[in-house]
Every structure is written in C-alpha cells, then in structure tokens.
C-alpha cells in the first residue's frame, strides 16, 4: 500500500469518531494513533489551572435526534456528529417548531452542508443541518433529545517522542478536538503519524503533540512551562490534505530557523506555494507564539485556516482529502526535516587562503560522484561563508547549490579538520 493510500485509511478510519476539546472521541483517536506510535496519554483533571485557563468539565454523548411523532430521526447524530453542536447539555422533551427553530444552524448560501457548530464555554445547546433540510422538516411537534454529559473528568492529550542525538527539541503538533472533519485535522494527523514512522535517529529530539485546539496546547505549554527552553523549533500542521498548494505561515519571530528552512524547501521545490507573515489568529501558532513564550514555531498546511468553502461543514468529508496531497505534505515535511537536522554553523580553521584540498585528499573522496564539479564547489563555498556567520542553510542559499550537497562537503571538510561547529 503507498504511504498516500495508508494516510487516507487513517483519516476514513478516525472519520466517524465525536472527537471533541475533551471525552472519549478524544481516547478512541489516540487509541487507533496508538497502534501506530508509542504514545505518552496525559489525563489532566476538571479545574486544573492552566495558564489563563482551566480546564473544563469533560463531555460526552451517547445519542442525539430530533424527531416526528412516529419516532422517525429527522436530524441524528449517529448518522454525522456534526448534526450536534459540541458540548451540548442534555435535553429531553417535546418542542413545537418555535421552540426549536432558535437551536437549529444552518448555512443558507451552502443549502447542502451542515456547519460544524461548538459553544465550549457557554452551556447551551443545538443542532446543525443543511438549509435544505430545515427547509424540508415537516411541521412539530417534535421529539428532541440530547443523552449527553457534562461531568468533572479529564482533558486527554499524548505525546510522541522520538529520541534525537541531542536532547534541544522539534515540536509538530495537531489539534484533535474536531469531530468529523478530514482536512481539519485528521489528514494533518495522519501526516504526523507517517513523518514520525520514519525518523531513525535524528539530530533533534523530535516531539509530537497530539492535543485539543487551544485549550489543549495551552494546557501541553502550562505544564511544560520550566523546561520550554528545550524547544527549539516546531510545526503546527493542519489541513495538509486539499488539493491547494502549500501554505506556510512564519513564527512571530518571522525569522526563526524553522522559516528559513521552510522557506527554501519550499522555495527550491519549485512548485506552486505561499509564505505568509505571522497573525495571531489560525491554529495553536497562537499559543506557541504568544509573546511570552514566542517559540520559533510556524504552522504549515495547504490552504490555510478558514480559507476554502468546506471549511468547518460537512463538505470537509474524507474525499476533500487526497492521497496524493498528504503525500506531498509529508514529503515536504521530510525535506524540512533533512535541512533543519544538517544545517550548523561552522567556523574555517584555516582561514588565510584556501587550504589545499588536495593534500588532504578532499579532491579524491569526490571522485565517485556524479556531481563532482558541484561538491568541489560546495566545499570552496563551505570554507569562504565558515566565519561563524552564515549557516550551511545560509551557504546553500547565497551559492544556489542544493542544501544536501553543502551538508555533505561540511562533514567532508569537518572530517579532515578543516572547519569547526
Ligand atoms: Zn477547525
């Protein structure tokens, strides 16, 4: 099976689970990326302090209709969770059509989806459905029940760690609080579970954070406040499986090594793509880059937050997201991954005129490649821009040569002493 094909399994698979910012959709998820990944469950309790926040009650649901008087479901939960508004507080009873119509969302300019509707912090309650089903309901009364709860329980989130050489650390996240929605965020998720199947032994440390939007990365931050040094840079990833081209959107710091790095992956790649400034707004770049902690962290998708029509409604159903798209995305990610790893800075320990590379038999060891000319002039490169200053990312950028190819004349040239880290 091709990687795109198992992405695409994952995201039908987890399609259907009610995921929510807490409860047990949020388990079931980890429980099948468990199969996949070793992960670390973190149970946190109702009315845990976290920052500016608290931890909210936990949510769950067992069904959810309205129906006619013979019984018969009009709007039902079992059929698309997205027909319940998240965190909806249980309801019971019978309801003429003006009592209900004031809980029912819509879209009337897209008659044919249902919104994705939640009201986390407000008790209140609802369904959604499409214009044209409201259009079609027959006349009350209707049955309307909600078997949900709202108790003191726990917000669950896990992590993924793979051990890197050094203990400094790469954060990818995802936010998996959204009930079935495919390209925010499951395809983002199954792009995580493949990038991290395939490191072995990086550079980094590379952490995965599996958490509900917001509340569940500022809870992952509160809890991680004394050691936050350690994070050096990170990705949050989402909607990485439409057919638009990628998006990266940079760190507050703008200018953070993770952008520079995205930014020649996908600048040399020579496809279609868009850099975009930091704002406060989109995914949990919102936390990771508030001020206090201001993380070079950079959120990658494809088309961004909010920015195509099925965004947030039922249209945002596993065929929205495409083998091939995710494939793209992890391969990119791949290739980030390839340059933040490699890119040091070094300095040239002989900087009086060039070495003789020959004596050293820095010319032979070339001999074998197909890019010889090239890897002779990757070296001349590394030794002129090795004062300390420009990074081998920097070298790659100001000689036009691929990134790979000056990774590899560096450790040529650090092999044979010439250039120190
Ligand atoms: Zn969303």
Redesign the pocket.
């Given at each position: 099976m091709t990687v795109g094909r198992r992405m695409h399994e994952l995201v039908e698979r987890l399609y259907p689970l009610c995921r929510s910012i807490t409860g047990d959709g949020v388990r079931e998820t980890l429980a099948v990326l468990g199969e996949a990944l070793d992960l670390d469950v973190h149970e946190v309790p109702t009315g845990t302090q976290v920052l500016d926040w608290t931890v909210p009650q936990e949510w769950n649901v067992r069904d959810a209709y309205v129906a006619d008087a013979t019984g018969n479901r009009l709007i039902d939960f079992q059929a698309l969770n997205l027909h319940l508004v998240g965190y909806s507080v249980p309801v019971r009873g019978w309801m003429s059509f003006e009592e209900l119509r004031p809980h029912l969302h819509t879209l009337p300019e897209q008659p044919d989806l249902v919104p994705?509707r939640t009201s986390y912090y407000s008790p209140t309650w609802g369904f959604c459905l499409s214009e044209n089903a409201l259009q079609a309901l027959p006349a009350g009364p209707y049955e309307v029940v909600i078997d949900s709860s709202l108790t003191d329980g726990h917000l669950t989130y896990a992590e993924h760690v793979v051990r890197g050489q050094v203990s400094d650390e790469v954060i990818i996240t995802c936010?998996v609080c959204?009930p079935s929605?495919a390209n925010?965020?499951l395809a983002g998720i199954a792009v995580a579970v493949e990038l991290a199947a395939r490191l072995n032994n990086p550079w980094y440390t590379y952490r995965f954070i599996f958490a509900p939007?917001t509340i569940g990365a500022i809870t992952w931050l509160a809890r991680n406040f004394a050691s936050i040094e350690r994070v050096k840079h990170g990705v949050v990833l989402?909607c990485a499986g439409d057919q638009g081209p990628l998006t990266y959107k940079k760190s507050r710091r703008g200018d953070a090594e993770i952008d520079q790095v995205v930014q020649h992956v996908l600048e040399t790649s020579g496809r279609p793509h868009s850099i975009v400034g930091f704002s406060p707004y989109g995914?949990d770049e919102r936390q990771y880059c508030s001020p206090g902690f201001n993380l070079g962290v950079g959120s990658l998708t494809r088309t961004p937050?909010a920015g195509y029509p099925e965004?947030?409604t039922s249209g945002d159903n596993p065929d929205f997201v495409s083998p091939d798209a995710m494939t793209d995305t992890l391969e990119t990610l791949w290739e980030v991954v390839g340059v933040l790893d490699r890119n040091r800075t070094y300095v040239n320990q002989s900087p009086y005129g060039e070495p003789q590379l020959g004596r050293r038999g820095l010319y032979e060891s070339l001999g074998g490649r197909s890019d010889t000319k090239q890897a002779q002039l990757a070296m001349l490169w590394v030794l002129n821009l090795s004062d300390g200053e420009h990074s081998l990312l920097d070298v790659a950028r100001k000689s036009g040569l691929p990134f790979p190819t000056i990774a590899d004349a560096a450790r040529a040239l650090h092999d044979a002493g010439l250039v120190k880290e």
């Open positions: 994705y936010h959204h929605l925010d965020n939007g989402a995914y937050y965004y947030h």
